[in-house]
C-alpha cells in the first residue's frame, strides 16, 4: 500500500519550481495522445495545485480524468462520478460528488477536477514555513475543515443545523439505530459544539471543537505518482 | 528452537530454601511410623511453593519501588528490577555458592512471553497498526536482517584482525550471533516506553517493529543454527534458499495460525451467554492455543498470538458482558505486568553465575558500538525511503528516538541460553555478551531516554476527552478520503479500509458476533453512551458532595453538573442508565475507579432516585413503550430471530410480568379510581416524583387502551396491587436463581388463568428493552409502593370482592396442580389475593431485606437483559 509507485526525486525535494514544470507538461502532454485538453489545462492548474506536485502526478490523474469521462468532452457530469462502483456505496459519496460541482454548474473541467483534489494534498514542510501574507492555499487546515463542513451545510447559510447534522448522522450510522436516538446524539453533538446558543454549528465552532484533531495529517493523502 | 530443554525453573530454584530443606528431612513423618497429627511436607510443596514465592517477592518489590515517586520517575522499573535482581542473586549466591536459578527458555517461551504478547495484540490500537504495518514491516524485516547482517559481519571482521584474542569461531557462528542480538524486544521496549508516552505514531511503530521482527529473528537463528550444526562446508546456494522460503513460511504461517485462532475465539465467544463466569477463559485459552500450536509447527508463536489478539479483539469485546470484559482488561494486565517483573528480576538473578561468564573486553564494547551504530544507520536509511510513501513523515527527532529505542532483552537472552554447547564452542562468550548487551540497553538507554525525549521535545501523547464531534467528524473524514481515492483511482488506505469495513459489516459481524451486538456496535454511538455515563457519574458525585442527592428533587436549582435539564424528554422514562452501564461492554475503557463509583451508585435507595431523574434527563433514545400501547393478545411481530430458549424467556417473565399484568389488565372499573388514588399519593409524599411519573403515564395509558377497546374483558385475578406481587416476584426471581422452580409448570399455570398472558409475557420479553430494571431501582420502587399499599388494599376491597370470590375455588384447584413445596409466582399471587379480604400488614422486612441485597444477586436477569437490549 505503501510502496506502490515511482517517484520523481526532484518533485518530492520541491525544487520543481512553477517555471520549470510548465514546460515539462508540454513535453509529456505531446507525448500522450490527447495532448490538447492537457496542454490547457496543465497551465492552469499549476497555479493552486503547488509547485511541489510532480508532474507525474498530474499527468496520473489527468488520465485518471480522461477514462472517468465517459463523454469524452473534457468535462466530467454527475453520471461520470457515479459511476464509480466504489463511491456508489460511500454514504457520503453524492455529497463528495458535488462538492466537485461549481454552484449552479454540472460539469466540471479538469482545473475544477485538480482544485477540489488539491485540497486533500498534505501540507510539506517547506510551506509551512511559507509567509502568511499570500493567498491562502487550498490544503491549509482551513480550507480542508471548509470543504468538510461545506459537505454538512447544504443550504448554505454557514451553519449545521440540526436536521443538517442528523441527514449526515443517518447517512452515516445507518438504519439499525432509531430516530430518536439519532436525534439524541444530533442533539448533544450540537450541544457540545454550540457556543452562541444558536443551536446550530457555525464553521468558527465546528473548527473550534475540531481543535486537537489532526485535520492536515487526517485529511491528506498522498497522491501517485 | 526453543525445544524443551534445560533445567526447569523450578528445579533451578530448588536452592534457595537450604535451611526449610533440610529440616523437611528431618520431619518425623519419616523417622516415626506412628500417626502423626501435624506432619511437615515441604517437598511436597516444595515447587509450587518456590514460584509462589518468587513471584511474592517480585511484586513485593515493585510496591517498594513505588513507595518512592522520586526514584520511579527517574529510573525505569525494568532497570531497578534487573539490578534487585542482580542483588538477590548476589545474596543466594553468597549463602550457597550455588547459582543454579537462572531463566531458562522453556519458562520463559512458555510462560512469560505469551502473556505479554497475547497483552499487546489484544489492546492493540489496530487502526494505527494496520495504517503504519508497511512501514513496521520495513523495519521489522529489513531493518533485522540488516541488524543481523551487518553486526555479524563487522565482528567477523573484526575478528579476522586479531584484536579479539582466539576464539572457536568461523563466520557462521558471529552470524548466528548476529541473528539472535540484532532483534529489538518486545518486552523491552513496552516497559520502557509505556513510561516515555512518546507519541502514538512512533510508539506503535518501534513497538510493532519488535513484535513483527520475531519471525525474521526465528527464521534467521534457525537456519544459521543448522548451518553451524552442519558445518560451513556444507552449507549450498540451496540451504539458503531453503532458508528465504521457510521465512515466508514461518510468517505467514504463524499470522494464519494466529488469524485462525482469532476467528475460533470470536466464534466461541458468540455462544458463551450462559456461562458468563468462564467467558473470560476463553480469550486466554484460545489465544493460548493459538501459540503453542504454532510453536509446534514450527512458525512464529510470537506473530501468532500477536494476531490472533489483534484480529479477536474487536468481536470478543462486543460479545462478551462488560464484566468479562473488565475481567479480560485486568487479567491481561496482570499477568503482562506480572510476568514482565518476572522476566527482569530473572534476567538480573541470571546474571550471577559465575560458570557463564567469559570476558572479551573487545568483543563485547566492539558489539556494543555495532548493535547501536548499524540500528543507527538502518534506521536514517529506511526512513528515507519510507518518508517518500508516508503521509505523515517521520522527522529526524522521530528517527533519533526510534534508533535509540532499540532496546534488546529477554528474547535474546533465551536464545542465546538455547545455544547449545557442543555446536557453538563461544556459547559462554555469546551468553555474557549478550547479557551485557541486554543490561547495558534496558538499564542505560532505559535510564536516558526519557531525558532524551524530553530534551528532543519529542511529539507526545496527550490524553484527552473523547468528543462527540471529534468521532462524528473523523468519521466523515474518512469517508471524504476514501471517496477521493476513488475518484482519483488510486489504491490507498481508506480505499482498503473501507473495502475491509464492508466486508465486515457483510460477513464477518453476522457470524461472529450476537445479533444485539451487531446492531449496537458503532463507534459513534460508543462515544455517545460514554458521554452519558460520565454525565451521570458526575452526576451523582457531585450529589455525594454535596451530603446527598436532595437537590435532585429539585432539579431547576443551581445545577453546576454538566446534564441538560432543557430538554425534559417525556417519552424516555423507561429506557435506563444502567442499561448503558452493562451495554458498552466495549472499546470504552472506564478504569477501576470509575466502575466503583459506578456500582456505588446502584447500591443504596437514595441514588435510585438520581438514577431516575438522570433517566429522565439524560440524553437517550426515546423508546416507544410497546406493551403498554399495544391492545390484548397482539403479539409484537420483532424479535422472532431472537435465540433466546424457553427457559430464559420464563427467566424474564418473573422480571417484568406484573408491570405488564399491572398496565394492559387494569382495565375494569378500577383503574380510574386507582388511578385517583395514586395520584393522590403522590402529591402527599414529597419523596419519589421519577416513580409517580412513570406510574401515571403507565396508568394513562392503559385507560386510552380501555376506550379503544371498548369491552375488555376484566379478570379479576389481576386485580391487586402491583405493590403486593412486587415483593414476591422479587422473592420468586431469586428463588428461581438458585434453580429450585419448575418454571414450565409456573408458564402453564399462569397460561391457564388468563389467555392472554402468555402473549402479555411474550410482549414483557420484548419490552424488557425498555424497560429500566435496575435491582435497586426495583427494590425502591417496591418499598416505595408498600406505603401506599394500605389506602389501596382497602380500596381494591370494593372495587373487586365480588369478582374474585367466584374467581377462588377454580383457583385453589390450580394451586394443587403445582407441585413440589415451593411456591410460585403465580402461587404467590394467588396468596396476595387472599390477603385481601384479611388485610395484614405488608412484609416490610422482607422488604428491607430485599433492598438491601447486593447488586449482583439478580445477575441472570440482567445479563438477559443485556442480550436483549437493542437500540
Given at each position: 500500500?505503501?510502496?506502490?509507485g ?6 518530492q525535494?520541491g525544487?520543481?519550481v ?73 454514504p ?22 485538480m ?21 491562502e ?15 454538512y451545510?447544504l443550504?448554505?447559510?454557514?451553519k ?11 447517512m ?5 439505530i432509531?430516530?430518536e ?6 442533539d ?25 484533531v ?12 | ?9 523450578l528445579?533451578?530454584l ?5 535451611a ?9 513423618k ?13 517437598d ?9 514465592l518468587?513471584i511474592?517477592v ?18 525505569p ?8 535482581g542482580?542483588?538477590?542473586g548476589g ?12 531463566l ?8 512469560l512471553l ?15 497498526f ?10 521489522a ?8 547482517a ?12 586479531g584484536?579479539?584474542?582466539q ?6 557462528d558471529f552470524?548466528?550471533f ?7 524486544d ?21 513497538f ?5 521482527n ?20 556444507n ?18 504461517g ?28 476463553f ?9 503453542l ?13 500477536t ?5 479477536c479483539?474487536?468481536y470478543v469485546?462486543?460479545?462478551?458482558s ?17 510476568a ?9 538473578i ?6 557463564i ?36 513523515q ?12 532499540g ?5 535474546a537472552?533465551?536464545l ?71 475518484i ?5 488506505h ?6 475491509w ?25 460508543n ?5 452519558n ?7 451523582v ?17 443551581d ?9 425534559p ?9 444502567s442499561?448503558?452501564l ?13 466502575l ?14 438520581a ?13 416507544e413503550?410497546?406493551?403498554?400501547v ?7 411481530s420483532?424479535n422472532?430471530v431472537?435465540d433466546?430458549?424457553l ?22 372499573k378500577?383503574?380510574n ?11 402527599d409524599?414529597?419523596?419519589g ?7 401515571m ?7 386510552d ?6 369491552n ?5 385475578l ?35 388463568c388468563?389467555p ?12 424488557m ?29 370494593f ?19 403445582i407441585?413440589?413445596?415451593?411456591r ?11 390477603s ?9 422486612p ?6 438491601s ?14 442480550e436483549e437490549?437493542q437500540?
Open positions: 500500500m505503501m510502496f506502490c515511482t517517484e520523481d526525486p526532484f518533485g525535494l525544487t520543481a512553477l517555471a520549470v514544470l510548465p514546460l515539462s507538461f508540454l513535453c509529456t502532454g505531446r507525448a500522450w495522445g490527447a495532448e490538447k485538453p492537457l496542454a490547457r489545462h496543465a497551465n492552469l492548474s499549476l497555479s493552486f495545485f503547488s509547485s511541489s506536485v510532480s508532474h507525474s502526478q498530474i499527468t496520473r490523474l489527468y488520465s485518471r480524468f480522461t477514462s472517468l469521462d465517459k463523454g469524452e468532452n473534457g468535462t466530467l457530469s454527475r453520471e461520470d462520478f457515479q459511476r464509480i462502483p466504489e463511491l456508489a456505496i460511500n457520503l459519496g453524492d455529497r463528495i460528488i458535488n462538492a466537485f460541482f461549481p454552484e449552479g454548474e454540472d460539469q466540471v473541467n479538469f482545473r475544477g477536477f482544485r477540489t483534489l488539491a485540497h486533500f494534498r498534505p501540507i510539506e514542510d517547506n510551506e509551512k514555513s511559507k509567509d502568511q501574507n499570500g493567498p492555499p487550498l490544503n491549509s487546515r482551513s480550507n480542508k475543515l471548509h470543504f468538510a463542513f461545506r459537505l451545510d443550504d448554505k447559510d454557514d449545521i443545523s440540526r436536521d443538517e447534522l442528523l441527514q449526515v448522522l443517518r452515516m450510522v445507518g438504519v439499525n432509531s430516530d436516538q439519532l436525534g439524541s446524539i444530533a448533544r453533538t450540537i450541544q457540545e459544539a454550540d457556543q452562541d446558543g444558536d443551536s446550530a454549528i457555525s464553521f468558527a465552532e465546528f473548527v473550534k471543537v475540531l481543535e486537537k489532526d485535520v492536515e495529517q487526517k485529511m491528506s493523502i498522498r497522491f501517485l505518482h | 528452537m526453543r525445544q524443551v530443554s534445560g533445567v526447569a525453573l528445579l533451578g530448588m536452592a534457595l530454601p537450604a526449610l530443606g533440610q529440616r523437611s528431612s528431618e520431619s518425623p519419616y523417622s516415626n511410623q506412628s500417626f502423626a497429627i501435624v506432619s511437615f511436607k515441604w511436597h510443596v516444595k515447587e509450587p511453593y518456590i514460584i509462589a518468587w511474592l517480585a511484586s513485593l518489590a515493585k510496591i517498594v519501588f513505588h513507595l518512592s515517586h522520586k526514584v520511579t520517575r527517574v529510573v522499573e525494568s532497570a531497578l528490577l534487573i539490578v534487585l542482580l542483588f538477590l545474596i543466594v549466591w553468597a549463602a550457597d555458592h550455588i547459582a543454579s536459578f537462572s531458562t527458555p522453556t519458562v520463559f517461551f512458555f510462560y505469551p502473556p505479554i504478547v497475547l497483552d499487546a495484540g489484544y489492546f492493540m490500537p489496530n487502526r494505527l494496520f495504517g503504519n504495518l508497511g512501514s513496521i514491516l520495513l523495519y524485516v529489513i531493518g533485522t536482517v540488516w541488524n543481523a551487518t553486526t555479524g559481519l563487522s565482528l567477523y571482521g573484526v575478528y579476522l584482525t584484536i579479539m584474542g576464539l572457536h569461531s568461523g563466520l557462521l552470524l548466528l548476529g541473528s539472535l542480538i540484532a532483534a529489538v518486545p518486552v523491552a521496549v513496552l516497559a520502557v516506553f509505556e513510561e516515555v508516552h512518546v507519541n502514538e505514531v512512533l510508539f506503535i511503530i518501534v510493532g517493529e519488535s513484535l513483527l520475531d519471525a525474521v529473528t526465528v527464521v534467521l537463528y534457525n537456519v544459521f543454527d543448522s548451518f553451524v550444526a552442519i558445518g560451513a562446508a552449507v549450498t546456494g540451496i540451504e539458503c534458499l531453503k532458508g528465504i522460503v521457510s521465512f515466508f513460511v514461518v510468517s505467514l504463524g499470522t494464519l495460525v494466529g488469524i485462525f485462532f482469532a476467528f475460533l475465539l470470536s466464534l466461541v465467544s458468540r455462544f458463551t451467554k450462559h456461562v458468563r463466569i468462564i467467558e473470560p477463559g480469550v486466554f485459552i484460545i489465544s493460548y492455543l493459538s501459540y500450536t504454532a510453536e509446534m509447527l514450527s512458525l512464529s508463536a510470537i506473530l501468532a498470538i494476531f490472533c489478539g489483534i484480529c479483539q474487536k469485546k462486543a460479545n462478551i462488560e464484566q468479562s470484559s473488565t475481567t479480560v482488561r485486568y487479567t491481561m494486565k496482570m499477568m503482562a505486568s506480572g514482565e517483573t518476572i522476566i527482569f528480576m530473572f534476567l538480573g541470571s546474571a550471577v553465575d559465575p560458570d561468564w567469559t570476558w572479551n573486553t573487545a568483543f563485547i564494547l566492539l558489539t556494543l558500538v555495532f548493535i547501536s551504530v548499524y540500528r543507527v544507520i538502518g534506521v536514517i536509511i529506511q526512513t528515507w525511503i519510507l518518508n517518500r510513501y508516508r503521509t505523515v517521520l522527522e529526524i527527532i522521530d528517527q533519533v528516538v526510534m534508533s535509540y529505542g532496546l534488546r532483552g529477554a528474547v537472552f533465551a542465546v541460553a538455547l545455544l547449545d554447547k557442543d555446536k557453538v564452542k563461544d556459547r559462554n562468550l555469546f551468553v555474557s555478551t549478550t547479557i551485557i548487551v541486554v543490561f547495558f540497553t534496558v538499564i542505560f538507554q532505559g535510564l536516558t531516554i526519557k531525558p532524551l525525549v524530553q530534551w528532543l521535545k519529542v511529539k507526545k501523547t496527550e490524553h484527552r476527552e473523547p468528543k462527540l464531534n471529534e468521532k462524528l467528524h473523523g468519521r466523515a473524514f474518512d469517508h471524504i478520503l476514501s471517496a477521493i481515492e476513488d482519483s483511482g488510486q489504491i490507498g481508506h480505499y482498503l479500509r473501507d473495502k469495513s464492508n466486508f465486515d459489516r457483510k460477513f464477518l459481524r453476522k457470524i461472529l458476533m450476537r445479533r444485539s451486538a451487531q446492531k449496537s456496535r458503532d463507534q459513534i454511538l462515544v455517545f453512551h460514554e458521554l455515563l460520565k454525565d451521570a457519574i458526575s452526576y458525585a457531585e450529589g455525594e458532595r454535596r451530603g446527598s442527592l436532595a437537590f435532585i428533587r429539585s432539579p431547576s436549582t445545577n453546576t453538573v454538566n446534564v441538560d435539564f432543557s430538554t424528554l417525556p417519552g424516555t422514562v423507561e429506557s435506563s442508565v442499561y448503558l452493562r451495554e458498552k461492554a466495549g472499546p470504552v475503557c472506564l478504569d477501576m475507579q470509575a466503583e463509583q459506578r456500582r456505588k451508585s446502584i447500591r443504596d435507595t437514595e441514588d435510585t432516585l438514577h431516575h431523574t438522570l433517566q429522565q434527563y439524560l440524553y437517550k433514545p426515546r423508546q413503550r410497546n406493551s403498554s399495544i391492545p390484548n393478545g397482539n403479539i409484537p420483532e422472532p431472537q433466546f430458549t427457559k430464559e424467556k420464563d427467566l424474564e417473565f418473573s422480571e417484568s410480568e406484573e408491570n405488564n399484568d399491572y398496565e394492559t389488565l387494569h382495565l375494569g378500577g383503574v379510581f386507582l388511578a385517583n388514588v395514586t395520584k393522590q399519593n403522590f402529591t409524599t414529597p419523596a416524583d421519577m416513580d409517580h411519573d412513570v406510574e403515564t403507565e396508568y394513562s395509558s392503559s385507560d387502551q380501555l376506550n379503544q377497546n371498548g375488555v374483558s376484566v379478570n379479576p389481576h386485580f391487586f396491587p402491583s405493590c403486593l406481587q412486587m415483593p414476591w416476584t422479587q422473592n420468586y426471581s431469586s428463588l428461581e436463581n438458585r434453580g429450585n422452580i419448575s418454571l414450565s409448570a409456573v408458564s402453564e399455570y399462569i397460561a391457564s388468563d392472554n398472558v402468555p402473549d402479555l409475557f411474550w410482549e414483557s420479553g420484548t419490552d428493552n425498555n424497560k429500566e430494571t435496575v435491582n435497586s431501582g426495583y427494590c425502591s420502587e417496591v418499598s416505595f409502593k408498600s406505603e401506599n399499599s394500605q389506602e389501596e388494599n382497602t380500596l381494591l376491597m372495587e373487586g370482592l365480588e369478582d374474585s370470590y367466584i374467581k377462588e375455588p377454580q383457583e385453589k384447584k390450580m394451586l394443587l396442580d407441585e413440589g413445596n415451593y410460585s409466582a403465580a402461587a404467590r399471587r394467588v396468596q396476595s389475593r387472599r385481601f379480604h384479611r388485610p395484614k400488614p405488608l412484609h416490610h422482607k422488604l428491607q431485606k430485599l433492598a441485597l447486593p447488586a449482583s444477586c439478580h445477575v441472570p436477569p440482567h445479563s438477559l437483559e443485556q437490549t437500540l
